[in-house]
């Protein structure tokens, strides 16, 4: 190899290279009492108590309402509306496509280093002065604590713009080979379009990186946030025009999922999208974006990450503790609502006994609670209704879902606090009953046969009525089958679906899920949070 690298150099090839700038990852803070950056945040969510934010779209720099007004709730409290937003109509929608395309060309022949500089001092903002308002944000409108919001509305998204600013730079001074009679260059451009970013609702870091990487690329983007996340989104979007971005770079557009999706992707200068959300939701764009094919300048390049299942597999030599803890942590911290989050634990049966008694040792001392009044909160209420529509809360009408009206507060719970606290129904968290729970229809996780949760001690599960077919003792079989059809709580009946035998379980006496093993193999296994995770959206 050095032999040939000689050889080039005698023949007059040459590297071009330049020094790229260095960063480093952003250093989490731990707000212990009596610290700065605690006293900032105190404030910071003082200033939020009981205030609702105008936030407008924003189109050609300019701040547009419609008549199609929304609020977004705080999670936890959902009598305090943190923001009051409206709808891009899809005329709105179309002018902001104009107006971004308005501003491509002069955007894309900025030098890429003067591109960085505005997302490197985005990051300087949030690091400093900007910080306590983003995580204040982010804590009052998505239900996040304390460190959930400071690893992802600061240091998250503080190394999203440092680092993209880092490649970006280096990737241009990524450069063919040269000779002393050619020099051969590559040139980096924009997309020739607009890029249509839709981000999620759970993360405010994807938020800002999902508009602001194509931005940084020499792009102009059409920035939809989630109805959930608005408060946090533009604080974000506020900040990146201070830092210096043009204000026809990246247009704020909150608008009806669907008639976003339906205008972007049938206008022909639609030449991306850059996505955090649903399974669903990406499918659907996608065949948009096929079935519009032909009607585009350019072949549209899509990106997307979906939601997914996380599961933890333990060996025989684990510690016991650093797993319990572990999984603990990926499985409710947030509520389950990352793409992270443990829903299933593989355990050997010769530990299975201890890993239980410490999960459920460690998971009745979960708090759970207003993570803005308490910063010991573990974590607090999950964001709206769209967390899982077809399993609706104790009280609530058939289909209605998990509600957010401030008129109907949850169960057990003071209207509008969101937190059920009924000794009847165990919460996620508690040590009655346990907590960890398979599904509604199933009882609580280790609780005694009989728990399951209920509206009273005469009702068995949630919203039936006694006799209905959901039962809680391995004498009565379960929802909408007859006895005997295999669908168990108990090792003495078989897993759903299955026969006696067949491998599918949820003790330690009977083999592993999908594993053709028998009786004895010593694998066992365990569903935290099962169909309640959340995937991302």
């Not at 204040?136 to 240091?155: F, L, R, S, Y």
């Not at 999922?257 to 659907?284: A, I, M, Q």
């Not at 979906?306 to 933890?312: D, L, P, R, S, V």
């Not at 009273?456 to 929802?479: A, L």
Request: aromatic share 8%; hydrophobic share 40%; charged share 20%.
């Amino acid at each position: 190899m050095w032999r040939r690298l000689r050889a080039l150099r005698g023949c007059g090839r040459r590297w071009q290279h330049r020094p790229a700038i260095q960063v480093t990852n952003e250093p989490i803070l731990e707000f212990k009492p009596g610290s700065p950056e605690r006293a900032a945040l105190q404030k910071a969510l003082a200033d939020l108590k009981d205030k609702t934010e105008d936030i407008p779209c924003v189109i050609g720099g300019e701040e547009v309402w419609t008549p199609t007004v929304r609020y977004q709730l705080s999670p936890f409290n959902h009598a305090h509306k943190v923001a009051r937003y409206c709808y891009a109509s899809k005329e709105l929608i179309n002018k902001a496509i104009n107006a971004a395309l308005a501003a491509r060309k002069e955007w894309d022949l900025k030098p890429v280093q003067d591109r960085a500089q505005i997302f490197l001092r985005a990051a300087d903002m949030l690091s400093g002065p900007r910080r306590a308002e983003v995580l204040a944000k982010t804590m009052v409108g998505q239900a996040k604590t304390v460190i959930q919001a400071e690893i992802d509305a600061a240091a998250e998204l503080i190394d999203f713009f440092r680092f993209n600013a880092k490649y970006a730079l280096e990737l241009e001074q990524s450069q063919p080979l040269s000779v002393d009679i050619s020099t051969n260059s590559m040139v980096y451009r924009g997309l020739e379009g607009f890029v249509a970013a839709v981000s999620p609702f759970n993360f405010t870091a994807i938020g800002g990186n999902l508009a602001g990487a194509p931005a940084l690329m020499g792009n102009v983007v059409l920035w939809k946030p989630s109805d959930t996340a608005l408060l946090s989104s533009y604080a974000v979007y506020r900040i990146l025009l201070e830092a210096g971005l043009p204000p026809n770079v990246v247009q704020f557009v909150p608008s009806d999922g669907p008639e976003f999706g339906d205008t972007v992707t049938s206008s022909e200068h639609f030449c991306g999208l850059n996505f955090t959300g649903s399974v669903p939701t990406f499918r659907r764009l996608w065949k948009q974006v096929s079935d519009n094919l032909e009607r585009y300048r350019n072949f549209p390049r899509l990106a997307g990450e979906c939601g997914g299942k996380n599961f933890h597999v333990l060996h025989r030599s684990a510690d016991v503790g650093s797993a319990v803890h572990g999984t603990l942590r990926s499985a409710f911290e947030f509520g389950g609502q990352k793409c992270s989050a443990c829903s299933r634990l593989y355990a050997p049966a010769s530990l299975w006994p201890h890993i239980k008694e410490k999960l459920l040792e460690e998971h009745g001392k979960i708090k759970v609670g207003d993570p803005t009044q308490d910063f010991g909160t573990f974590f607090s209420a999950v964001i709206d209704d769209k967390v899982s529509p077809e399993q609706p809360q104790v009280g609530a009408k058939a289909g209605t879902g998990i509600r957010v009206s401030p008129e109907q507060p949850q169960v057990g719970a003071k209207a509008g606090t969101g937190i059920r606290v009924s000794p009847e129904q165990p919460q996620v968290g508690t040590k009655a009953g346990t907590g960890i729970r398979v599904s509604p229809e199933l009882p609580q996780v280790g609780a005694k046969a009989g728990t399951g949760i209920r509206v009273s001690p005469e009702q068995p599960q949630v919203g039936t009525k006694v006799g209905t077919g959901i039962r809680v003792s391995p004498e009565q079989p379960q929802v909408g089958v007859k006895a005997g059809t295999g669908i168990r709580v108990s090792p003495e009946l078989p897993q759903v679906g299955a026969k006696a035998g067949t491998g599918i379980r949820v003790s330690p006496e009977l083999p592993q899920v999908g594993f053709a093993a028998q009786v004895g193999t010593g694998i066992s296994w365990s569903c935290l949070v099962a169909e309640s995770c959340v995937s991302c959206w």
